[in-house]
């Protein structure tokens, strides 16, 4: 850990640089630094479409929030489009490859932003608040190595730095609320016991992200987090669903060597042919999902440690289960690839 001493910063009103705005961790942190009093500027990509007042009113976005059209794989665009020459106090990425496919995660964990770093330090900024994940502590996959690679770049670049690991999303795992719902059995991986997670809500890692900046606890610091309350396993997930929709709890089993014989198959075919190749990326992440848990993972052990993982908030997934159910919530359907195929059997 770098042993520079660096200010404290100002207990509220920096100037926030932020990516990955538009998406689920993005935009409940935008809220949470509104919340907390500092002005944010988001760098979108031209496919977000922005009405002529400079807001996008379907992405929900606190008043005030700058949205800026840019190229975030672009240094000059980052620059030109992006920071326009402005002093900025810090930057926050929530940005991140939507499919996890090898080269769209070293073009966006890794490559994009290695290039926001460089931009962000020409406008001045002290401080960068990166998500990651909490997977990247056992790294087999592509989408692992490349935002690892950066946030060694991070540790290095001489900033103050925060590297938040979550653990699961909301979002990832309540893609069977609905199958549920209507009757159908609850699939589990193995028994539904092989891994568990603890889930944290948007708006609580949100608010986490977002503390980040003015909490020196959390500076220069590696962060897994995860939500309130104990380790959940899916086959848990599934139970609560049941009792919640006052159902008798029905399970299908698919087998983990039914994921393995898909993904050589894929590996195979991949040989040849480039889609083939991405999909086995896919069923590599997804065999992952299934037989690692989103905890601590101790190093001396080998072992996954659900009372090492720290919580935040006070949102849980059985309350957002049930208020899925009633429909006073929803669940954004464009979630992240990578976590869509893992979750969901
Ligand atoms: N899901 C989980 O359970 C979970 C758990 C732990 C950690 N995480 C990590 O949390 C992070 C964020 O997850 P999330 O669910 O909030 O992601 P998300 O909803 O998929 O959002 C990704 C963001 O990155 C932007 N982005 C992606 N590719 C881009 C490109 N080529 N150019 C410009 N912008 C691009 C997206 O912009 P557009 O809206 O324009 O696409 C969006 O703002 C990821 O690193 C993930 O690994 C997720």
């Not at 009103?13 to 944010?40: E, I, Q, S, Y």
């Amino acid at each position: 850990m770098p042993e520079t001493v660096r200010p404290t910063a100002p207990s509220s009103g920096l100037r926030v640089f932020m990516l990955g705005a538009t998406g689920t961790a993005g935009r409940a942190t935008v809220r949470a630094l509104v919340k907390a009093g500092h002005t944010v500027t988001c760098l979108v990509r031209s496919s977000t479409s922005i009405d002529d007042d400079g807001k996008h009113h379907s992405l929900d976005l606190p008043s005030g929030v700058v949205l800026r059209v840019g190229d975030v794989t672009d240094a000059e665009s980052l620059r030109r489009d992006g920071f326009q020459g402005e002093r900025f106090d810090a930057l926050i990425s929530c940005l991140a490859s939507r499919t996890g496919a090898p080269a769209d995660a070293w073009a966006i964990d890794h490559r994009a932003h290695v290039l926001a770093l460089a931009a962000a330090k020409h406008a001045g900024v002290q401080h960068m608040v990166l998500l990651s994940a909490i997977c990247v502590q056992k790294p087999l996959l592509a989408f692992q190595h490349a935002k690892l690679a950066f946030e060694n770049e991070l540790i290095s670049s001489g900033l103050t730095w925060s590297i938040v690991r979550p653990t699961a999303f909301f979002k990832s795992l309540s893609g069977q609320v609905e199958r549920v719902r209507r009757g159908k059995p609850f699939l589990l991986f193995g028994d539904g016991r092989l891994t568990a997670c603890k889930p944290v809500s948007d708006d609580d890692l949100g608010d986490y992200l977002a503390g980040c900046l003015t909490d020196p606890a959390r500076h220069d610091r590696l962060l897994p987090i995860g939500g309130p309350g104990n380790a959940i396993t899916p086959r848990e997930q599934g139970e609560r669903l049941f009792e919640l929709t006052g159902q008798t709890p029905r399970f299908r089993q698919v087998p983990i060597v039914l994921l393995d014989g898909i993904r050589a198959v894929l590996e195979q075919l991949g040989r040849f042919n480039p889609k083939c190749a991405e999909k086995a990326e896919l069923a590599r992440i997804g065999r992952y999902y299934a037989t690692e848990s989103m905890l601590v993972l101790d190093p001396e052990t080998g072992r996954y440690d659900a009372a090492a993982t720290p919580s935040t908030g006070t949102e849980t997934l059985f309350d957002f289960y049930a208020e899925l159910l009633d429909g006073s919530r929803s669940v954004e359907r464009r979630e992240h690839a990578v976590f869509r195929a893992s979750h969901e059997p």
